[in-house]
T-cell receptor, first 113, second 113 residues
Framework: NAGVTQTPKFRVLKTGQSMTLLCAQD?????MYWYRQDPGMGLRLIHY???????AKGEVPDGYNVSRLKKQNFLLGLESAAPSQTSVYFC????????????FGPGTRLTVL | KQEVTQIPAALSVPEGENLVLNCSFT??????LQWFRQDPGKGLTSLLL?????REQTSGRLNASLDKSSGRSTLYIAASQPGDSATYLC????????????FGDGTTLTVKP
């Protein structure tokens, strides 16, 4: 049981390049989330999903796209990276019930030059 | 819109002290409240989750309380140790935003030997 895993762990992009961050969970959770964490800004929700094939916008969705083709995977895409997207990205998952915790991945540190 | 505030932003204590971290939120219609620990360069680790119907939860030296009516939660750490040094975040999961959580900016705790 690996919990929540994220790949890659680190990445450096040039402005305008694209990339996809992969999140995988093996806990059969319905909900999955992508957050970004920036100094002084805390954790902000980018997009989330309440089940396979569904996605929804969070607090800061601009410049990002997501897909949930399989229940265990949640992909975050940057089509044209900008320096403002330099951040640490965290994926999380949880079940539908109010008793279940959010489980976080280890994070991806992205730098856009 | 739910807002979560954590005060103080930073706290330094000598080893062995008991301490309290505070979390306040503006919308009392919550599903649950979760306390996390984050070590530098790492992801978030869940410490305690309090359901909206509960008043407190305990795990070892940690005790979290919840007062929905006043919009407050506290995390009590007994007999602090240098290994407790980390950033502590609280997250409120809202009924109105199924599955989504709003995070505070965290309190960075340093326990001096």
């Amino acid at each position: 049981n690996a919990g929540v895993t994220q790949t890659p762990k680190f990445r450096v992009l040039k402005t305008g390049q694209s990339m996809t961050l992969l999140c995988a969970q093996d806990m059969n959770h319905e909900y999955m989330y992508w957050y970004r964490q920036d100094p002084g800004m805390g954790l902000r929700l980018i997009h989330y999903s309440v089940g396979e094939g569904t996605t929804a916008k969070g607090e800061v969705p601009d410049g990002y796209n997501v897909s949930r083709l399989k229940k265990q995977n949640f992909l975050l895409g940057l089509e044209s990276a900008a320096p403002s997207q330099t951040s640490v990205y965290f994926c999380a998952s949880s079940s539908l019930t109010s008793t279940d915790t959010q489980y976080f991945g280890p994070g991806t540190r992205l730098t856009v030059l | 819109k739910q807002e979560v505030t954590q005060i103080p932003a930073a706290l330094s204590v000598p080893e062995g002290e008991n301490l309290v971290l505070n979390c306040s939120f503006t919308d009392s219609a919550i599903y649950n409240l979760q306390w996390f620990r984050q070590d530098p360069g790492k992801g978030l680790t869940s410490l305690l989750l309090i359901q909206s119907s509960q008043r407190e939860q305990t795990s070892g030296r940690l005790n979290a309380s919840l007062d929905k009516s006043s919009g407050r939660s506290t995390l009590y750490i007994a007999a602090s140790q240098p290994g407790d040094s980390a950033t502590y975040l609280c997250a409120v999961r809202n009924e109105a935003n199924a599955g989504k959580s709003t995070f505070g900016d965290g309190t960075t705790l340093t326990v001096k030997p």
